[in-house]
């Protein structure tokens, strides 16, 4: 891409996770001038704004972007959360002015060996924190970008040798398309139906999903969900090595990792010797050039923390990486027992008067929820769901719903997905309805109607724009209210 000294680049999202405050803090210190648009206001924004006080000459841009001037733009940075097929960028791109995000400058300044790229619809960011753990324990330099707003570009100057482990989204996959790039060693943990409201079909969705293996080479390496059906057609497509990992048992032809009984069971080609215990990655030897393999018990799986069967799977791929890297089994052994339990996802907040209260905010989409559901089974339940629509199905979660025969209510928070729902829904469950209109509501109304032994779960099936900036902000408000009960 060159030099980004005196080019005029239009970043398009600010945010307030922090992303694009690192990614623009970076381009200032290559030289670049800078003018950021977002369509909140300079009040919503305040926070971001404020760190990058620092930096002068930014010009900020707020409102409707539909009508923002392009002359003398040389390029526009997207944040992932911009359109596709926004209306300035269809403009920049017959004026052609190149449109990049994060990730495709990131892998033209780093290079694509080192980067350990993970997504999926469901489990990316609990599979990249668990990788990040675990590899940290044995390269010390190793970092994590693209995970809870941690800017790709911000990071560009900590970099070492060491391995990087990257979140990737499918906004930022499409990127990666348009410069035919794909990283060292790729993982998926899932795909799901989402974002439907911004890919034209399903089979689009997943194309951008596909793109972690598309671009890769026969000197790489995939690890996969053997569980999910869709990634397991994948396998022919395939370049380099192929890894599976599953909560069940592998057929005997395949490489991978897997749960036996209270096991992780590995055969899996391990590191050179040298590697093992290494400060230093060679990402050339990792995996490959050996014939030796390895089938054996690896450690229990009641060293893993984990509250659901799928937590317990997307941490998998972080043992197999531990092993391919050539850690000592004593190594994996302590390092994943100390593996981070992350907030909003199946968190227990607190236990009050017999009742849990668990935060899930980060179920976007039905199927996150319908996992929510079956690993409660047998629980009494008040779940507290709904909010804004992405186009999504809600039948499956309908047959869900239908099938917790200890459901007892739903409290629907506001939403444009919140109507769809209940449509779905409605004729499938006993449970009673209630509609609220904020959180404070929903967790004040959980409590009067729960009993000793029920636990009240924000598990929305949504996403939460409207009523809240984010997925996280709707679990902190849970999570706020709910401490406040008494």
């Not at 400058?105 to 990788?131: C, E, L, W, Y």
Request: negative net charge; contains cysteine.
């Amino acid at each position: 891409m060159g030099s980004f000294s005196g080019k005029h680049v239009l970043v398009l999202g600010l945010g307030l996770h922090g992303g694009a405050v690192g990614n623009i803090t970076w381009l200032a210190s290559q030289g670049a001038r800078i003018t950021v648009s977002d369509t909140k206001s300079r009040e919503q924004l305040e926070t971001s704004i404020q760190k990058l006080s620092n930096i002068p000459g930014i010009e900020y841009l707020f409102g409707s972007q539909d009508e923002i001037s392009l002359d003398g733009v040389d390029m526009i940075l997207r944040n992932p959360a911009v359109p596709r097929k926004a209306v300035i960028l269809q403009k920049a791109r017959e004026k052609n002015i190149p449109v990049v995000m994060d990730s495709n400058i990131f892998f033209d300044q780093v290079g694509r060996k080192r980067i350990i790229g993970i997504t999926g619809s469901k489990g990316k960011t609990t599979t990249s924190h668990a990788i990040y753990h675990i590899l940290k324990s044995i390269i010390s330099e190793t970092i994590a970008v693209g995970v809870d707003g941690v800017s790709p570009l911000g990071t560009l100057t900590l970099l070492s040798s060491a391995p990087i482990v990257f979140e990737l989204s499918s906004w930022r996959l499409e990127a990666l398309q348009e410069v035919h790039a794909s990283p060292h060693i790729a993982i998926c943990t899932s795909i799901y139906q989402d974002h439907l409201n911004t890919y034209n079909s399903y089979e689009d969705y997943i194309q951008a999903k596909k793109q972690i293996i598309a671009d890769q080479t026969e000197n790489d390496i995939a690890i996969l969900n053997y569980d999910d059906e869709i990634i397991r057609t994948w396998e022919q497509d395939v370049r380099g090595e192929l890894y599976w990992y599953s909560l069940k048992p592998l057929p005997s032809n395949l490489r991978g990792i897997w749960i036996d009984n209270d096991s992780v069971c590995g055969n899996v080609i391990p590191a050179k010797a040298g590697i093992q215990e290494s400060t230093t990655w060679m990402p050339d030897q990792v995996g490959h050039n050996n014939t030796s393999k390895t089938s054996a018990k690896i450690c229990k799986v009641s060293d893993i923390p984990h509250t659901s069967p799928h937590e317990l799977r997307n941490k998998l791929p972080a043992i197999l990486l531990a092993v391919l890297f050539g850690a000592s089994p004593e190594t994996i052994q302590q390092t994943v027992r100390s593996i981070p339990q992350l907030q909003h996802r199946m968190q227990l907040v607190r236990e009050l008067n017999g009742v849990q209260y668990i935060n899930d905010t980060t179920a976007t989409m039905p199927d996150a929820t319908i996992a929510a559901l079956t690993t409660m089974q047998e629980k009494p339940l008040i779940l507290i769901l709904g909010g804004s629509d992405k186009a999504l199905e809600f039948t499956s979660l309908a047959h869900a719903i239908s099938e917790h025969k200890n459901l007892k209510h739903l409290i629907w928070l506001p939403g444009t997905a919140t109507l769809r729902m209940q449509q779905a829904i409605r004729s499938h469950t006993s449970a009673q309805m209630h509609d609220i209109a904020t959180m404070q509501e929903a967790v004040i109304l959980a409590q009067k109607l729960a009993q000793a032994g029920d636990a009240v779960i924000l598990s929305p099936g949504a996403t939460s724009f409207g009523l809240f900036l984010h997925e996280f902000d709707r679990g902190d408000a849970f999570i706020s209210t709910v401490e406040q009960l008494r």
